[in-house]
């Protein structure tokens, strides 16, 4: 709620300025007339007159146009008593004496309005260009801010400075059923319970968002609450694109999730079925009895069901992994381990799927220690070999190397003699659902990558694929020290059989 007292508070303070203004020009009057006093005996009539048209033009360029009239009729007046005869009366002798005293007057006051005005539109110009600067000044720097809390911070240290107020709050309050949110200007320590100067709306094409509370520390002149109103009117507009920009960036995450939905469940929906088909059909005919329990075909079946199985596993595994990476509860356990001994497990288990390729390990025990996560890595060392299994032809040999790189980093390569991937085609294979050949007969969610990207990029690793002359490989470091500190001692043969 405003002050009361505020408009004659204004009223009272501009009526003294004006009796102070025209004082002034009534002082410059008097001193220009004892001048001319002293000199009287030496200049001619006219010669006197145009030199009092001096303090009109004072009193019009330095107070405005009030106190240049001022100014005009008080030399029209010491013209005449002291300059015209008779003098030191107010009448005049001669009627040439008084048409030139109303030409004077004429002049004096048409001369004081030219220099008022042309004074006047001189400084609202410069009060314009002011206010365009400033306005200027606080678009562009709101323009760079994404969030409301941080516009409307800055909005208020702004208003705060330019209208020197002793506080300046911005209260955002879309609807009544949240709570305002209240950000202030640097140094604002009114008490709650003092009541604002201004309440200003902060109105946007959706309606109320909320006010603008100002504590000032002088009272406003009108143009200064014009300008105060445009400044809110800025701040509203402000708010409102980065409402705006927030429903949109939502928008976009909900469309881009309906899109990652529609793709896994169009990947997983076909791979899903395969093995769950192959399962049915294996078990259906197990039990038929059709099939000997002693026949070579019982445990054709009885293996494919077991392949089958694992696929499912992997599969569910996969989706299960990249829901954590992309939640961030992708936590490595990171323990001293020994990479042989990791990948060993790997192939090891893996040597069933691997019966069309040969597997060619080069890695040394005496490798230093790693601090990984063991199964996080295996699964790693499982997506990639299962890649090269996919898409190199049968007969061929994946090869899995590792070697000290620095210091500070083992780096690691996997092999594959499959067809090259397109340059531009290098980085995206870690994308999402993401395959460069869309071929039938390769099967994947195409999240195996994915997987080993966020999983090695969680080990504070790098990986990445380059193109081989005969085929593929993809490389990754993993880290050698842990918080700081180099693995202890690896353990000695004995006491890794035991």
């Not at 004082?23 to 002293?38: G, H, N, Q, R």
């Not at 015209?84 to 048409?99: A, N, S, W």
């Not at 030219?114 to 410069?126: K, L």
């Not at 609807?175 to 008490?191: E, F, M, R, V």
């Amino acid at each position: 709620m405003k002050d009361p007292n505020r408009y004659r508070r204004v009223y009272q303070q501009r009526t003294v300025m004006f009796f102070a203004r025209c004082l002034l020009a009534l002082l410059v009057t008097a001193v220009a007339t004892e001048f001319l006093y002293l000199l009287g005996y030496e200049l001619s009539g006219p010669t006197i007159a145009l030199l009092f048209l001096i303090p009109v033009g004072i009193s019009a360029t330095l107070w405005g146009l009030t106190p240049g009239i001022v100014a005009a009729l008080a030399s029209f007046l010491a013209l005449n008593y002291y300059f015209t005869q008779p003098q030191f009366t107010l009448l005049v002798e001669h009627g040439q004496d008084l048409l030139g005293l109303v030409v004077f007057l004429t002049l004096a006051v048409a001369f004081s309005q030219f220099v008022g005005r042309s004074q006047a539109s001189v400084r609202e110009a410069r009060l314009r260009e002011h206010d365009v600067i400033l306005l200027y000044e606080l678009m562009s720097t709101l323009a760079s801010l994404r969030s409301q809390e941080s516009i409307a911070r800055t909005a208020a240290t702004r208003m705060a400075e330019v209208f020197q107020a002793r506080a300046v709050r911005v209260l955002i309050q879309p609807n009544a059923n949240t709570p305002p949110q209240i950000y202030s200007s640097p140094g604002a320590g009114l008490p709650s319970s003092a009541a604002p100067d201004e309440v200003l709306a902060l109105i946007t094409p959706r309606g109320l968002l909320g006010e603008v509370h100002v504590w000032q520390a002088r009272v406003l002149l009108p143009v200064e609450e014009s300008f105060l109103n445009t400044f809110v009117s800025q701040v509203a507009l402000a708010l409102e694109r980065a409402s705006l920009a927030q429903v949109e960036t939502r928008a976009r995450v909900l469309e881009e999730s309906d899109r990652m939905k529609s793709a896994l469940l169009s990947s997983v929906s076909h791979d899903l079925r395969t093995p769950l088909a192959t399962i049915k059909a294996a078990i259906t005919s197990l039990r038929d009895g059709d099939v000997s329990w002693n026949s070579a075909a019982r445990e054709d079946l009885l293996m494919a069901v077991d392949e089958e199985t694992d696929h499912l596993n992997r599969l569910v595994g996969n989706l299960l992994d990249m829901s954590r990476i992309e939640s961030g509860a992708l936590k490595p356990q990171r323990q001293w381990n020994i990479l042989a001994d990791i990948l060993a497990g790997t192939v090891s288990r893996m040597r069933r799927s691997a019966e069309t390729h040969r597997i060619e390990v080069d890695v040394s025990d005496e490798l230093p220690l790693v601090p990984v996560d063991h199964m996080q890595i295996d699964q790693v060392f499982t997506n990639l070999i299962s890649n090269g299994l996919k898409y190199a032809p049968p007969g061929t040999t994946i090869q899995i190397s590792a070697q000290v790189q620095s210091d500070v980093e083992l780096l690691v390569e996997v092999r594959n003699q499959g067809p090259p991937v397109p340059e531009e085609d290098l980085a995206r294979i870690f994308d999402k659902f993401y395959r460069v050949t869309a071929s039938d007969k390769v099967t994947g969610t195409g999240l195996g990558l994915t997987i080993c990207k966020g999983i090695i990029e969680a080990h504070g690793g790098r990986i990445w694929a380059k193109n081989l002359p005969d085929g593929l490989a993809f490389l990754f470091t993993l880290p050698l020290l842990l918080d700081g500190q180099r693995a202890p001692n690896p353990p000695a043969e004995s006491e890794r059989a035991e």
